[in-house]
């Protein structure tokens, strides 16, 4: 069973923006609070990469194609980790995908963003 569940895709023109939203409901807060967290995404017929990653102490690094324009979050009280996404280009499509660091083997479905004018 999937530890974490995402959502907030669609389907938006280039230039908007969206926010995704990863739930990991399955932990205890006091867990979820030390877990650093990523978020990885899988392009149509493309092997799955890293996006952005925030430690426990809400520090951040994201990967160059996406330095910038997104931005990762994470509300522990919540049990939540977002991903602003601004100035989304086409080559923003793809299956968005959140895990811990080091990552479940099990995967949440992922969510679907698809930038298209």
């Known amino acids: 069973q999937a530890q974490f569940v995402e959502s907030g895709g669609g389907v938006v023109q280039p230039g908007r923006s969206l926010r995704l939203s990863c739930a990991a409901s399955?932990?205890?807060?006091?867990?979820?609070?030390?877990?650093?967290m990523n978020w990885y995404r899988q392009a149509p017929g493309k092997g799955r990469e890293w996006v952005a990653a925030i430690d426990y102490g809400g520090s951040t690094n994201y990967a160059d194609s996406v330095k910038g324009r997104f931005i990762i979050s994470r509300d522990n009280a919540k049990k939540l980790v977002y991903l602003q996404m601004n100035s989304l280009k086409p080559e923003d499509t793809a299956v968005y995908y959140c895990?811990?660091?080091?990552?479940?083997?099990?995967w949440g479905q992922g969510t679907q963003v698809t930038v298209s004018s």
């Open positions: 895990n811990k660091d080091p990552p479940s083997e099990s």
């Open positions: 399955r932990f205890s807060e006091i867990l979820f609070r030390l877990l650093p």
